[in-house]
T-cell receptor, first 115, second 112 residues
Framework: KAGVTQTPRYLIKTRGQQVTLSCSPI?????VSWYQQTPGQGLQFLFE???????NKGNFPGRFSGRQFSNSRSEMNVSTLELGDSALYLC??????????????FGSGTRLTVV | DQQVKQNSPSLSVQEGRISILNCDYT??????FLWYKKYPAEGPTFLIS?????DKNEDGRFTVFLNKSAKHLSLHIVPSQPGDSAVYFC???????????FGAGTRLAVHP
């Protein structure tokens, strides 16, 4: 079966611009979460969507936003990009709301570079 | 405020020997812990998990130990293989929510 698909794989943007990243979960998965990975910081939780509703939000500024569509596909948007937003952005999908039942399945990520 | 810490950024082990990766946490409300493995240019892959009501969970060559009083968990890989070379992340959650708190990761290198 198809895994979690993230597009694009690589992106270069200029400071001040905005960017939209896309995530298609595994078929049937209704929960999609987003994480930011930077060197030395591990993965930091951005937000989670379940059935088009944001269930959880991490400690990121309002420039980071997301949404989920009725087919469970999700997008995240970062406005007014800063150099520090350069990172690998990962999305993960799961079948159930409670991650303790089924481990997340991560996509390969989108590598965003802000110049 | 790092609630999940992996204090060793890297570990080097000889093939066939045991690899022990450590993780400490500060939040006593965490009730589920997971380990992920990550290769370059790929997303993290779920490896093994443990509930806070247990102190050990095994899956083949991988065993996770949980010491709640010390707020410490460890992942044992026996025997280690070159294909195990990757970055290992420890993660924790408070049950019922798809929000994982990750450590910074430990890079494991297994040498032939």
């Amino acid at each position: 079966k198809a895994g979690v698909t993230q597009t694009p794989r690589y992106l270069i943007k200029t400071r001040g611009q905005q960017v939209t990243l896309s995530c298609s979960p595994i078929s049937g998965h209704r929960s999609v979460s987003w994480y930011q990975q930077t060197p030395g910081q591990g993965l930091q939780f951005l937000f989670e969507y379940f059935s088009e509703t944001q269930r959880n939000k991490g400690n990121f500024p309002g420039r980071f936003s997301g949404r989920q569509f009725s087919n469970s596909r999700s997008e995240m948007n970062v406005s007014t990009l800063e150099l520090g937003d350069s990172a690998l952005y990962l999305c993960a999908s799961s079948l159930e709301v409670d991650v303790t039942s089924y481990g997340y399945t991560f996509g390969s990520g989108t590598r965003l570079t802000v110049v | 405020d790092q609630q999940v810490k992996q204090n060793s950024p890297s570990l080097s082990v000889q093939e066939g020997r045991i690899s022990i990766l450590n993780c400490d946490y500060t939040n006593s409300m965490f009730d589920y812990f997971l380990w992920y493995k990550k290769y370059p240019a790929e997303g993290p892959t779920f490896l093994i998990s443990i509930s806070s009501i247990k102190d050990k969970n095994e899956d083949g060559r991988f065993t996770v130990f949980l010491n709640k009083s010390a707020k410490h968990l460890s992942l044992h890989i026996v025997p280690s293989q070159p294909g195990d070379s990757a970055v290992y992340f420890c993660a924790a959650s408070k049950g019922g929510y798809n929000k994982l708190i990750f450590g910074a990761g430990t890079r494991l290198a297994v040498h032939p």
